[in-house]
């Protein structure tokens, strides 16, 4: 798909989500994997593969499941920069997904197929995960194509877990709710930003919520930690 669809639907002076360069495989062997905790318009989790010098990209409503008789639905979407792996932080109101993004979870994966793009269009991609949330063996299956923007269809997908090691039936969403980046909530970041708070605030687990408000001196000491690398959603544009 390229880049074209991402920068069509994004304003870069308002936004500081990055704007990536021309698309470009990197030379090196490890291939980079994140999952984006999004709470735009409604939460969902965007599953990101690099590939070919992009981030293919898939929206997740519900998550990931660890559990492998869960099949969980997985909207392909426009394919997204490399630099987009390391974008944490606030989309404004009234931009394309606008809303509260976490760095989830991120890694690398090794393709179980010999020949990837072979696999994508036949629509089943193995896969393994290395993250630090995720592992193990994993599989994308095509099933059919969903209406999308300018009545083009968009192909619809199921993620869903195999049988090894790292399979459970934990709810992985709700046990590990924070950033592996800055480590915190989709609230946190919202507060410490400029988001909506309380939008933000609805994708995260209660329990992680009423912990927070019992210790809320804890959000401060979080934002002293924050890694620089993170992307700002106050950050000067040029």
């Known amino acids: 798909m390229g880049l074209t669809e991402y920068k069509r639907k994004r304003r870069f002076g308002v936004t500081p989500e990055p704007a990536g360069g021309a698309a470009r495989p990197r030379r090196k062997k490890a291939l980079a994997y994140v999952i984006q905790k999004h709470r735009a318009s409604r939460l969902h989790y965007d599953f990101r593969l690099e590939w070919n010098g992009v981030l ?6 519900k998550g990931p499941s660890l559990d492998p008789s869960v099949k969980r639905l997985a909207m392909q979407t426009e394919d ?8 944490e932080g606030i ?6 997904g606008g809303g509260t993004v976490m760095i989830w979870d991120r890694g690398t994966w ?13 629509g089943e991609l193995k896969l393994t995960l290395h993250g630090e949330k995720l592992s193990g063996s994993w599989v994308l299956v095509r099933t059919r194509s969903y209406p999308g923007a300018g009545g083009a269809g968009r192909p619809t997908w199921l993620l869903i877990k195999h049988r090894d090691d790292a399979a459970t039936g934990e709810d992985i969403a709700d046990t590990a709710p924070r950033s592996v980046v800055s480590k915190r909530l989709l609230a946190e970041i919202a507060f410490q930003e400029g988001g909506d708070v309380a939008k933000a605030a609805s994708g995260d687990p209660e329990a992680a919520l009423r912990k927070l408000i019992r210790d809320p001196a804890a959000v401060t000491a979080q934002k002293r930690r924050r890694k620089p690398s993170v992307w700002k959603s106050s950050r000067a544009r040029s």
């Open 110 to 122: 090794t393709p179980e197929s010999p020949d990837v793009d072979a696999a994508l269009r036949k």
């Open 91 to 96: 989309i404004p109101a009234g931009e394309y």
């Open 80 to 87: 997204h920069p490399l630099e987009y792996a390391e974008f």
């Open 56 to 61: 293919l990209s898939w929206a997740v409503p």
